[in-house]
């Protein structure tokens, strides 16, 4: 251990006038060790920089002295370290702890002061600091200091072995340094470019969660044991890692990370080989498990926080952690860890009984990210030069964290963007399945288990259970007892190489997650298009039918199957418009529930059943079905279901594609589209657990049409906006015909697309964008307004609605 003197010129009683109490103590100290020394050859430090192994630490030796009166010093004779001193105050006893831990501190020091003095002012003991052997002071202390300093540089190279509880115990005062650094060094070795897929962490890209917030106040209030659940790449990681750097100066905690997973070592024992590689000591499991019931039981801050990253039930760190939380550690440890399984650890093998963990831990759930979050995540973006058209809110894939990422990666691997900023559009688009086969193009054995997984996802039928199917409508999970022999091949070495992980959902079923959702959702298009190129070859329009039927309620479904058709396309050199039409049979409808019980999914995820009663009233359910509480009356407005969707939405997807236009004397195909899309009656929007809910008018006789302060929140509203931003040449024809048919749908979905246009243009676009709301939108949507109600000044009740969370 290398000593560094932090101020070799002036004197600490100087440097700290409070301390006077501490001075005239040391000076007492002094006269009673050496008093034929001349004060002035004398020279205190009390903070000093050390070397731990690889890690470099600070010792504030006054930490603890106006606490409980206890101080560590270094004392320099002529610019030379000749003794650690262990001050204690006035009245305190002296014990052999304080030799050892000052013993501890001098066989760390290179050069190695020779002597160790324990003092209280009034007692004062000299030992040899390499040895522990007792000195007595003589006459000749300036022969003795020579000696001394001579027998310290004969030992300062022997390899003393000294136990982790003196260096890294309660008192030292330097186990926090020595905790965080081993933490910074884990999270550095966890980070990498928005590009590399196998680091859970970005570089500059941490979006503050709740969750967080959560886990302070629970720490705060007391609370021993902490679970953060959730789904695969919800982002629990993240809440370790933004806590663990929230902390990492903090007076009241000290956040120890350790990685977790399925096998290999306990706990304990990976705590001792992260210390062990770091202070270049032999540390054993039994070291570790005695310093942490030390340190539990000591009093004064900071709380040791084990941070435990991905604990699966029945692996060697789970057993660790039961161990903790059965044998009773003290306060001043804490646990908080992340998993996939919480129920695996809550609750005992034979899922009834409830486990020493399960009594003691409160689990967090983490949940895509809540509009504040996302909010958060724009800023955060918004250094790396990325912002959102005005929409974006209401994209519930956006609340994906690890689709933000993604976006970040294609955005930083863009050459085009390398020297402004980019904007991008306010929902997902096809578009960014090409970025992904791109950025993947090199990874050839991951993407075949990924395609080999997603064939038997297309082919599972399987009836699922309530909280799988709405996972399924969030992200990509795969039902393990749907896997054939080939997919099964594969998953233990993906599992292995980090692609893939297993666990055990919520709703009872094995599931495998992938964690490169991205390079999942390509596979799975290019899976369905084999499917679809075999089921179209026997009749187009059926195999439309089965896209829009298997694909409904799958997570960014239109995306998908937009995909696969081109896929299909690719391998064919074109595809039969018969598939447009089975789509466009799928046709969407509102249909309020009939009298029975319905499972509807809340905004935190979590799922309420409600019973519809034949009266008009709806009447919560608890888990066992029983009433919570008296009915409630909805006033004539039953709830309605919307559906199906995605068969339209693949439609709106495709309109844009190069390939969907025709030839320079016809409207595109693509226009075509949307004049029949455009009219549905109701916003056409992916499934979101969208907290805000979005603003509609309800206008008798013409549905519920999007109001223009959400921005573009559909697939065909934005195909729309590209084509007029694209100074389409058919447009002027293409709205000819929008407005010969006096569809009050179909012309808010215009006029939502040209005032983006009006937005994001300039020069001639935008002036004709204002040109054409002024003179041709605004006065046909008056005049279908007025028709209707000639009284009314509004157009029609605003509400917000949530689509796709029944």
Known sequence: MNIKNKDRSTKTSHRRPPEAELEAMMSEALGRAFPSVPRRNFRLQERFVVTVGHETLEVDGLRDWKAVGRADIILFHQDRPLAVVELKRTGLD???????????????LTPRPPLVIVTNGSDCRLSDSSTGAPLVPESTEGEIVTKLFENAAKVAAANLDWAIEVLMGPDAGVWPGAVRARTRHVLDQMTGAASTHAKPFVSNFLIPRVATVAVKRALDAGQSTILITGAPLSGKSHILRE??????????????????????????????????????WAVTEDDIRQWLRRLSRSVGDPVLVLAIDGVVP??????????????????????????????????????????????????????VLSQIEFQKAQEVLAGHRIGFL????????????????????DVSQDRRHADHGVVLSSM????????????????????RGFRLIARDFVADVARTSSELALEISHGFVVRRDALQQPARDVIESLTAQGWLRTYRHAGGEDVIAPRAPDLFLSELAYAISEELELQAAANPQEAGHWLADRLEGVFLGDLIGAQAIRDMATRQGSFSSGLLVGLYDRAPRAKPFKEGVVAFQKPDGTLQDLRINGDGTITLLDAARQPLGDPVDLE???????????????????AYLPAAVGDDDQPSMGGSLLLEIGTCPFPLMRAARDPIGHLVHDIAGHGSVLCVEN?????ATSAMQQFFTAQWKDADSWLDEALSRNSLPLLN?????????????????KEWAKKVLKDRIDPAIAAILKQDKPSSKRPGKKVRKNIGQK
């Open 94 to 108: 002296l014990t052999d702890d304080d030799r050892r831990q000052g013993q501890s501190y001098a066989n760390q």
């Open 243 to 280: 806590f663990a750097e929230r902390m990492a100066s903090s007076k009241t905690y000290a956040v120890f990370l350790v990685r977790g997973g399925r096998g290999g070592a306990g706990l304990f024992q990976r705590i001792a080989n992260m210390l062990s590689a770091a202070l270049e």
């Open 314 to 367: 029945g692996s060697p760190i789970a057993n660790d952690i039961e161990e903790i939380s059965e044998s009773g550690f003290g306060s001043r440890l804490r646990l908080l860890a992340t998993t996939d399984d919480a129920s695996g650890l809550l609750s005992g093998s034979n899922g009834r009984d409830v486990t020493a963990l399960g009594e003691a831990a409160q689990t967090i759930q983490v949940e």
């Open 390 to 409: 005005k929409g974006a809110d209401f994209a519930g894939e956006y609340r994906a964290p690890w689709l933000l990422r993604t976006l970040l990666a």
């Open 428 to 447: 997902l688009g096809i578009s960014f399945i090409d970025a992904v086969r791109k950025r993947f193009a090199a990874i050839g054995e991951a993407a």
């Open 636 to 654: 004539g407005e039953l709830p309605q279901t919307y559906g199906p969707m995605v068969g339209w939405m693949i439609l709106a997807q495709l």
């Open 711 to 715: 921005g573009i929140v559909e697939p």
């Open 749 to 765: 979905r215009i006029l939502i697309a040209l005032r983006q246009v009006r937005h994001v243009s300039t020069g001639a676009r």
